[in-house]
């Protein structure tokens, strides 16, 4: 309805992506119809969609990498003649400034990190003028801050009539800013209601179809618990740390641009440990994965796994010195023509082959027991570009893993999955690092790194700016620091939250 926050939830292959797909003309149903405004109407296409006042941000980028902002945004709201690219470049201002976030328009895109990328995708969906705004997982890569200043903008927009259709496994999020819930499930919508009196868990409930009692509303705030971000995940209080370390990052420094993107970043992971990197999206995470994972070569600085220097291998050399890798983008990661059971042994073929010859059978039996163990919705046949964001971040998972790295960088490793498959890879990490794995885990969802980390450092502009134990971490401290105070400033948050930590 205008004015409304209509939230569609359901597990990974419900049915979500396909139904916003259609509603945005990027697939066509077999039957049904599609009235926008109380009008029946044909939408064929992104541009039918647009013309019709639907806006969309779904999960994955569609952005042109050697252009720039500004360029991108424009590119689906001109038509023929002359172009006003100041005109243009005011409006990627404003549209940023409805949306809350900080967007530099002359920035080329290919030079942008992830997380920069997806705040383009949500300020070009309100480029144009919409009366419907699908929100695809909108707030994956944004800092509780951000997520704030997100929902206040989508507040603005709905009290002006903007109807949002807003998908999230964050089910915190969907209980503070839905006015009405839809769960979709194998294809079919099993319950629409009104989202107010729900809790997250009755809402995991409605998605998975158990029978879960919603506690009654009680006026005993003190005692109430607060909704978190995450599924319920604790940290062992005694890890087991063994002396000798799983990765040892030293005085890693890296410049692109002109600009130095890492600087001197210097960290110490120990087998049966989790360390969690926190950071604002864009302050060079992403670039340390890269250069651990072999894909960008550092000036400077040396990168050791289990006391066995890697930093001169390639990126196959380094899975077979017992790296594992799990970068944030999935798309990049996989082969989309190839089919599941091809990704899922694309870098363990070794394992299968004797001389020339691929053992077939072998493979089938791997595959399959992957399948089953990640609970992975797809035939070993499928080409994994069929497959949806959660699931295909599941046969990454199990590539990953499968091997039994000594250590294991995983970045955004739950990024788009729903409550369930979000609980399975927490109990794989965990199961990783009771093994005797280290585990360096990026994330931008501090729920998630402190409640499954064991240590939590925090990057600010290339830099290590400082680190806590996760039982001693709270949002507040942690906040500070992503936005470059020194550990100085957040000892009074340390000592005024701990008690307070879900």
């Known amino acids: 309805m205008p004015g409304e926050v209509h939230a ?35 939408i064929t296409s992104p541009a039918d969609a647009m013309a019709s006042g639907i806006g969309m941000v779904t999960q994955e980028f569609s952005l042109v990498d050697t252009m720039t902002v500004t360029e991108n945004l424009m590119l689906a709201g001109v038509g023929l003649g002359r ?35 997806q705040r383009v995708e949500i300020v070009k969906a309100l480029f144009h003028d919409c009366r419907v705004l699908i929100l695809d997982e909108p707030t994956a890569v944004l800092v509780p801050q951000d997520v704030e200043q997100l ?44 989202a107010a009196g729900l809790d997250p868990r009755a809402i995991a409930a409605l998605m998975v179809g158990a029978e879960v009692s919603t506690p009654a509303p009680t006026n005993d705030t003190d005692n109430q618990a607060a909704p978190t971000a995450t599924p319920a995940i604790t940290p062992d209080a005694t890890p087991g740390i063994a002396d000798a370390a799983a990765l040892q990052i030293t005085d890693l420094t890296l410049e692109t641009g002109g600009s130095r993107v890492l600087d001197a970043v210097s960290l110490t992971v ?19 994965v890269n250069v651990l ?71 089938k039996d791997h595959v399959n027991g992957l399948i089953e163990r990640f609970d992975i919705r797809a035939q070993p046949g499928d080409p994994v570009r069929s497959l949806s964001g959660g699931n295909m971040q599941k046969v990454l998972l199990a590539r990953a ?7 294991l960088v995983a970045s ?27 585990i360096l885990l990026i994330s931008e969802d501090l729920d998630e790194l402190l409640g499954i980390c ?49």
């Open 401 to 407: 893993i499968s091997r039994g790295p000594k250590a």
């Open 293 to 363: 994972c072999g894909t960008l070569t550092a000036e400077r600085g040396s990168v050791m796994v289990a006391q066995t220097e890697i930093g001169g291998l390639d990126p196959a050399g380094r899975i077979r010195a017992g790296l594992g890798r799990l970068t944030e983008d999935r798309k990049g990661s996989v082969i989309p023509a190839l089919s599941v059971a091809q990704n899922l042994v694309l870098e363990d073929l070794d394992r299968f082959t004797k001389g020339p010859f691929l053992n077939r059978r072998a493979v």
């Open 412 to 438: 955004q490793p739950t990024r788009g999955l729903d409550i369930g498959a979000c609980n399975y890879v927490y109990s794989q990490l965990r199961a990783l690092r009771d093994d005797g794995a280290g």
């Open 151 to 194: 929902f206040d903008s989508i507040s603005r927009l709905t009290s002006a009539g903007m109807g949002v259709i807003f998908i999230s496994h964050k089910l915190h999020e969907v209980t503070s800013i839905a006015d009405r819930i839809s769960i979709l499930r194998r294809g079919r919508i099993v319950a629409s209601r009104p």
């Open 83 to 117: 172009v006003d690219v100041a005109a243009a470049r005011e409006k990627v201002l404003a549209a940023a400034a409805r949306i809350g976030v900080s967007i530099d328009p002359d920035a080329i895109v290919e030079d942008l990190s992830v997380g920069q990328r």
């Open 8 to 42: 569609l939830l359901g597990e990974n292959g419900a049915g979500k992506s396909t139904l916003t797909r259609i509603l945005y003309g990027l697939s066509q149903p077999d039957s049904g119809e599609i009235r926008v405004g109380g009008l029946a109407t044909r």
């Open 454 to 502: 064991d240590r939590i450092a925090v990057i600010y502009s290339g830099r290590i700016v400082g680190e806590l134990p996760a039982a001693e971490a709270t949002p507040e401290a942690l906040g500070l620091l992503m936005t470059g105070h020194t550990s100085t400033d957040y000892g009074t948050a340390v000592a005024t939250r701990t008690d307070e930590r879900p």
């Open 270 to 288: 120990k087998p049966g440990e989790i360390l969690g990197i926190a950071g604002v999206s864009g302050n060079g995470q992403t670039e340390l």
